[in-house]
């Protein structure tokens, strides 16, 4: 039973003193938010403070977070990463440090106080299953990526699956990457579902996450985005049997 007490004592730690992290972190970039999104969208200090937050909390967890293969790109890009667990997010903010980047979150986070504040103020939340919604962040995202040479993160599963598998595509983040004349570069995030399952309390920190970094990938001439699309997806379900 001694591993198990552990486990509990960990998490209980780790959400105690995260909430105490999550109030300093307010503190320190709520008044970055009041910018115009001029200097918004492109302020170096938010997006470190949330790299540094989220690098902190996986300490705190006990987390051990690895770069299997590959890194960051230096250009911006479109990044896709498989969805299994609400730590993915944490673990790729890890690795993003100052860039200027933005998120497609989903529109649920808009019935959340606080939060759907910061997310609108700086990434973008999107209903997939509306067009309508969609083409309209669709420009939002393009105009912001643009002006800011920011990254664009998001999960194409469009939801989270804790089982392991790669689950359908949504072919969003092909015409994204078309429209921004971008590369997409693939993340394959190994184990979170492991580390913190979904509607999981205990965080199981004695469990390793890597992440795979694939090389920008490129939509060739005369492919379709259902065919780039299945491509890119293609290339997870090699890292997730590997």
């Not at 709520?30 to 200097?39: A, D, G, N, R, V």
């Not at 993915?88 to 504040?117: A, F, Q, S």
């Not at 394959?188 to 913190?196: A, G, L, S």
Request: glycine share 4%.
């Amino acid at each position: 039973m001694a591993a198990p007490r552990n486990i509990l004592v960990r998490t209980l730690v780790t959400y105690v003193l995260g909430v105490i992290l999550s109030m300093l972190l307010l503190c320190l970039i709520c008044p970055l938010l009041i910018f115009p999104p001029l200097y918004r969208h492109s302020n170096r200090v938010f997006f470190y403070l949330t790299s540094l937050w989220s690098r902190l909390m996986m300490r705190l967890a006990g987390i051990s977070v690895s770069v299997a293969h590959g890194t960051v790109s230096k250009a911006p890009v479109v990044y896709v990463m498989n969805h299994a667990s609400a730590l993915d997010i944490v673990c790729v903010e890890t690795l993003l440090g100052g860039t200027p980047r933005i998120w497609l979150g989903k529109h649920e986070y808009d019935k959340m106080p606080i939060l759907n504040w910061i997310l609108k103020r700086m990434h973008v939340l999107v209903d997939a299953q509306s067009p309508t919604h969609a083409a309209r962040a669709l420009k939002v995202i393009q105009k912001q990526a643009s002006t800011h040479a920011a990254h664009v993160l998001l999960f194409p599963e469009g939801a989270r699956f804790d089982d392991g598998r790669i689950h359908r595509f949504f072919k969003g983040f092909s015409i994204l990457a078309e429209v921004l004349d971008r590369d997409v570069v693939p993340i394959y995030i190994h184990n979170t579902h492991r580390v913190y399952p979904k509607n999981s309390f205990l965080i199981m920190s004695n469990e390793l996450i890597t992440l795979n970094i694939g090389a920008p990938m490129t939509r060739r001439k005369g492919q379709s985005h259902e065919e780039f699309t299945a491509q890119v997806r293609e290339w997870f379900i090699e890292q997730s049997q590997s």
